[in-house]
């Protein structure tokens, strides 16, 4: 196993495109998690999935956010209508359900500049 | 991050120790975790903490005090490579981390 997998690193693009990312967990890992980064703070929760159920979504930035992992394995985070404010990193990360000691396990990050 | 603070900057020499507070808010708690994270790449697990006391792995110590609501994040020996940004987290009652904004340590030659 690579570990957790991000794709694309960097995404450029147009104020009010769509722009999907993907996350492929660790295999044997059934949370996944997508965070937001900007520069100087901690990753800010945006929602995360336990096998294919969404369990919490509220955290969600707005209604032009959203995400699926339809089989329970990789997942992917659309925003939609995309703004300035956008622009971040975007974070994914996968756990075991009840055997968070070691925390999560974090991808590289996919770059989203909105110009 | 909310409930969590921890100091925006430090800055130490190599070869040195330094120690990274952290403090964070009791009710739920359900461990700590300390993460390294380099200028734009993600962060990495450095430790976890559940009950008090100090925790050592190799140049690097994790302390947590559960009444206090407070742990700090001990570097000895510093390298110059061990300058990053240090995350303290919350595993809070629905073992969700709730961040902190993260301390950029800058070490010096």
């Known amino acids: 196993d690579t570990g957790v997998s991000q794709d694309p690193r960097h995404k450029i693009t147009k104020r009010g495109q769509n722009v999907t990312f993907r996350c492929d967990p660790i295999?044997?890992?059934?949370?996944l998690y997508w965070y937001r980064q900007t520069l100087g703070q901690g990753p800010e929760f945006l929602t995360y999935?336990?096998?294919?159920?969404?369990?919490?979504k509220s955290r969600l930035l707005s209604d032009r956010f959203s995400a699926e992992r339809p089989k329970g394995s990789f997942s992917t985070l659309e925003i939609q209508r995309t703004e300035q404010g956008d622009s971040a990193m975007y974070l994914c990360?996968?756990?075991?359900?009840?055997?968070?000691?070691?925390?999560?396990?974090f991808g590289s990050g996919t770059r989203l500049t909105v110009v | 991050g909310q409930n969590i603070d921890q100091p925006t900057e430090m800055t130490a020499t190599e070869g040195a120790i330094v120690q990274i507070n952290c403090t964070y808010q009791t009710s739920g708690f359900n461990g700590l975790f300390w993460y390294q994270q380099h200028a734009g790449e993600a962060p990495t697990f450095l430790s976890y903490?559940?009950l008090d006391g100090l925790e050592e792995k190799g140049r690097f110590s994790s302390f947590l005090s559960r009444s206090k609501g407070y742990s700090y994040l001990l570097l000895k020996e510093l390298q110059m490579k061990d300058s990053a940004s240090y995350l303290c987290?919350?595993?809070?009652?629905?073992?969700?981390?709730?961040w902190g904004a993260g301390t950029k340590l800058i070490i010096k030659p």
């Open positions: 987290a919350e595993k809070d009652s629905n073992y969700q981390l709730i």
């Open positions: 295999s044997e890992h059934n949370r």
């Open positions: 903490n559940v």
């Open positions: 999935f336990q096998n294919e159920a969404q369990l919490e």
């Open positions: 990360a996968s756990s075991l359900a009840g055997d968070t000691d070691y925390g999560y396990t």
